[in-house]
């Protein structure tokens, strides 16, 4: 039986929820134009690889719907509601 199928009382500590998607350029380009963030990190590759990522890269908070849907898998109402962000320094 997957966890999916359990009644919450069922849950023990050690079960895990995964969620995996290939990100896309359509992805990436809707995403843009839903969240208003037309980054040119995210959409500009000749942009892109002038930065220290040298490459365009998905737009960050895209990763907090892919956790949200593993989330989703788990039984009950399991809503996220808080994540607290640790970001590297990225001045040197």
Same mark, same amino acid.
């Given at each position: ?9 069922? =849950?023990? =500590? @050690? ?18 134009? =839903?969240?208003?963030?037309?980054n040119p990190l995210h959409l500009?590759?000749?942009?892109? !690889? ?8 998905? /737009?960050?908070?895209?990763?907090? @719907? ?6 989703? !898998?788990?039984?009950?109402? =399991?809503?996220?509601? /808080? ?10």
């Open positions: 039986m997957g966890i999916t199928n359990k009644a919450i009382g069922q =849950v023990e =500590v @050690g079960f895990r929820s995964s969620f995996s998607k290939a990100i896309t350029e359509e992805d990436i380009r809707k995403f843009a134009e =839903v969240s208003g963030d037309p500009d590759e000749g942009y892109a !690889k002038r930065t220290i990522f040298g490459q365009r890269i998905a /737009h960050g908070i895209m990763a907090l @719907g892919l956790v949200s849907a593993a989330l989703s !898998k788990l039984p009950g109402y =399991v809503i996220y509601t /808080h994540k607290a962000w640790i970001l590297p320094d990225l001045s040197t």
